[in-house]
């Protein structure tokens, strides 16, 4: 009772292809949180989301943390008022410029994206984290300066703290060390 296949396709006569057209698909906007704080790596993290094809609607939300420094002196080496008021605003200018930057060179892509920037207050790696998740982030771009051993111990790692406690996928941008091509 089995037969051939290939003669059953023979003798059956040819028929049109039907083609159908079924409803256009939009494609997910996807939300991307670029940290950036105008270092090299930093940079380097920008050049990788500027250069990529995005789909139509993805936002890209550019924040940079400014972090004033107490240290609390005693009375007889207490600093003035304005050298903190100096600092912080000596912050937000640097974080002003790395934003505007990034912002600058994301608008050159081809993609229609949407692009919005921020300066916000805290440290760095607490401000991502709270921002990505506040706003609903797909994926957080952030530069690595690459720091080992001590330096890492002492400083920490802003990335290396991103990645282990964000909510949403995470992307390290490597920086390459001087020397290097």
């Not at 892509?109 to 607490?126: C, E, F, K, Q, Y």
């Not at 720091?147 to 991103?162: E, H, I, K, N, T």
Request: aromatic share 4%.
């Amino acid at each position: 009772m089995l037969q051939n296949t290939s003669r059953l396709r023979e003798a059956r006569p040819r028929r049109a292809l039907l083609i159908y057209q079924y409803p256009q698909i939009t494609r997910c906007t996807m939300k991307i949180l670029l940290a950036v704080d105008g270092s090299n790596c930093s940079n380097g993290a920008v050049r990788e989301v500027a250069r990529r094809p995005w789909p139509k609607g993805t936002e890209i939300r550019i924040i940079s943390a400014v972090e004033v420094p107490f240290m609390p002196t005693p009375e007889t080496w207490a600093l003035p008022d304005s050298y903190y008021a100096q600092l912080e605003q000596a912050g937000r200018e640097q974080a002003g410029g790395a934003v505007k930057q990034a912002a600058d060179a994301i608008r050159e892509n081809p993609s229609p994206l949407t692009v919005a920037t921020a300066i916000l207050d805290g440290h760095p790696r607490d401000v991502i984290i709270e921002e990505a998740d506040k706003w609903g982030a797909d994926l957080i771009v952030i530069g690595s300066h690459g720091s080992r051993g001590l330096q890492r111990f002492l400083l920490g790692s802003v990335s290396q703290a991103v990645a282990a406690h964000a909510h949403c996928s995470v992307e390290i941008v490597r920086c390459r060390e001087t020397g290097q091509k």
